[in-house]
């Protein structure tokens, strides 16, 4: 102001956190949690992308921690037209609150396979009678 020599000017942009994807450079993330039927069996996902709803396939035998990456989705890279990516991270859900029908079917299912659990809980009256026994 008032005829003094030109300076500069800093400019601080501050990106606020998305409720739903982080960002590195001009990949976004985000994860998806899906139960463990789903990432054995495969699904198809309705995912919320920065362009609208997009189905994703989730194919069969997807392991915990699989990264699936949707090109062309991500944050536009400010030096030209295309963008970054959106790397989805599966989260496999393991129930905590099964019946007694679904331990079973899980039971047969793992002894189908050849796979070593855990005995199944006795229960409370079931130790006290055999305690008197």
Do not use: N
């Not at 949690?33 to 997807?62: C, F, H, Q, S, Y």
């Not at 963008?83 to 793992?110: H, I, K, M």
């Amino acid at each position: 102001p008032g005829g003094g020599p030109p300076g500069d000017l800093y400019v601080e942009i501050v990106v606020r956190p998305h409720p739903v994807f982080t960002r590195t450079r001009d990949d976004l993330h985000c994860t998806v949690a899906l139960p463990m039927t789903a990432a054995a069996l495969g699904t198809t996902v309705e995912l919320e992308t920065l362009d609208g709803p997009r189905a994703v396939e989730v194919p069969r035998g997807t392991q915990p921690g699989t990264l699936l990456r949707l090109r062309g989705l991500g944050a536009p890279r400010p030096e030209g037209r295309s963008r970054g990516d959106l790397v989805l991270e599966v989260v496999v859900e393991v129930p905590t609150d099964l019946s007694r029908e679904d331990e079973e079917l899980l039971r047969q299912f793992a002894h189908q396979r050849g796979d070593e659990v855990a005995e199944p809980d006795p229960g409370l009256l079931s130790r006290l009678k055999s305690a008197f026994k």
